[in-house]
């Protein structure tokens, strides 16, 4: 089984290979080197998610070949099928825009037109097939048995899945209902168990354990609860990777192993209410200041969707140093703010004394999903932050930007991982869901259209995995790796909306109702496209500008 499935999806993704392998060095000719991409924004949006895709089939593909039928018997078939559904959709892609790929009629005929991979397509692609797959996703219950090459990294999945299970899951949806803030005892315990300083290098006082190890603990904390569990962790570890790239040694030693411990909860402010995906605009701003005999500088103005600002010990802001608009991302620095927690929706700071007279005030905005930590809105009138805070000192000064860019790329990453736990864990409702209910006289997990529906869900989850943990060993070996972990992003955020939103539809009427967790995986799935660079501009701006530059 092995074999034969992987080669029946090699010759499929060497054809992928070629067409979008060509499809880059035109569009890299159009735009000048990804210079102009704004000039051809919609082919440039289409030829960054075919190479996504292609990139996710190449890692489905790679993991079938390493762990084959003992490892996952599911894995040589969904990697045949990913690979051909890919290969279907670029097809039409390609034949419907000829003109904007710059091929010729017989470069299609020549690749994914040849009559050898039409055959190939329909028989990856097959329903039978499709819906053969889903029958034994159905009869085990959805769960993720994936196959992992390191005994750290199964016993990691085992130890977090067993903890999400009995202490997230339970109490995850009256935080949902209900819009509560996550309760101190799971940070504590989640703190007891090094969830916040996995890839905190033991120097600092964490784990050291690598992305990988980081990966596989938000995805199954995600399952039981994107906001209560699942993104508690990402928070620290964007600015872990600040602190790392930039910071000076006596804030990494002051910060680090305080943030490993769950000391610290931390809360990451950047967008601004009139600034989102374009950072560079921030207008908030950051002016030197001396008071109570203190060096620092005072900040003023607004800030929006600042998740967990409410509870958070510290703010990781961005903020400009630089007055003239003029300088762009040069004039940005990050600061860490320190303040009181606040369990409610709305609180504010003042302060006295030797740190002058500012005030920090915070209000939440109500969201459809994604509850149990609070997105807030900010405004910051004076407040004073100690010069020992700017991160990097005075040689931290115009590098905010650039560091936070490192933390993000960090965020995208584990978004790939939530989006990968959030999707599983509907698979895993779904699949329970359909087994049990009843209609016409037998479960629906009978009919063929289920079957279908829940082979293509796992075909998508598996691609969607498979390309996140691709990224975490990558950015393991090289933290520049940013390409592979916007794409991990974007990818498993697209999945994660599909297969929720299939579960839902699965559920029937039912699926609407908010007693229902498959209702809560579709509200949380909807912010994973938006947060660490909204889709369309991490297409544009991260995805399309690093393959047209190459």
Known sequence: ????????????????????????????????????????????????????????????????????????????????????????????????????????????????????????????????????????????????????????????????????????????????????????????????????????????????MGNLVMILTTEELSAASLAAAGSLITRPEILTKALLHGGTDEQKHAWLPRVARGELMVAISVTEPDTGSDVASVKCRAEPAEIGGRSGYVVNGAKAWCTFAGRANVIALLARTDPNP????????????????????????????????????????????????????????????????????????????????????????????????????????????VAERKQFGQPIGDFQLTQWKLGQMAVDIAAARQLTYAAARTMDESESATLEAAMAKLFASDVAQRVTQEGQLLHGGWGFAEEFAICRYVVDSLVLPIFEGVKPILELKVIARSLLSE
């Not at 994914?112 to 499709?130: C, F, H, M």
């Not at 709305?346 to 149990?372: C, I, M, N, W």
């Not at 590098?399 to 895993?428: D, I, N, P, S």
């Open 1 to 208: 089984m092995k074999d034969r499935s992987t080669a029946e999806a090699a010759p499929l993704i060497s054809a992928l290979e070629r067409v979008v392998d060509a499809a880059l060095d035109h569009a890299r000719k159009e735009t000048d080197g990804g210079k102009t991409i704004d000039e051809h924004q919609v082919h440039c949006e289409r030829v960054s998610y075919l190479a996504t895709e292609l990139r996710a089939a190449r890692a489905l593909a790679a993991y079938a070949a390493a762990c084959g039928e003992e490892g996952d018997p599911l894995a040589g078939e969904a990697a045949t099928i990913f690979a051909a559904n890919v290969a279907a959709r670029c097809r039409a892609q390609v034949a419907t825009h000829l003109a904007a790929f710059g091929f010729q009629e017989a470069f299609l005929d020549d690749t994914l037109d040849a009559p050898d991979l039409r055959g190939r397509i329909r028989a990856g692609a097959g329903e039978e097939r499709v819906r053969a797959l889903g029958r034994r996703v159905i009869a085990a219950g959805g769960v993720n048995h994936s196959w992992l090459a390191g005994e750290m990294e199964r016993l990691s999945r085992e130890s977090v899945r067993s903890f999400a299970r009995t202490e997230v899951e339970p109490i995850a949806q009256r935080i949902h209902q209900r819009d509560e803030l996550v309760p101190e005892e799971l940070i504590r315990k989640m703190a007891e168990l090094g969830y916040f300083g996995m890839s905190v290098p033991e120097e600092y006082g964490g784990g050291g």
């Open 326 to 433: 003029a300088s762009g991302a040069r004039g940005l620095s990050l600061f860490i703010v320190e303040k009181e927690t606040f369990p409610g929706h709305e609180f504010e700071v003042r302060q006295t004394g030797g740190q002058g007279s500012g005030v920090l005030h915070g209000k939440a905005d109500h969201t459809p999903g994604y509850r149990g930590m609070h997105s807030f809105t900010l405004g910051f009138d004076n407040f004073f932050v100690p010069a020992e805070n700017l991160v990097g000192a005075e040689r931290g000064r115009g590098r905010g930007f650039y560091l936070q860019m490192a933390g993000f790329a960090a965020g995208r990453l584990q978004t790939g991982g939530r989006a990968t736990g959030v999707a599983q864990a509907a698979l895993e409702k779904t699949a329970a869901y």
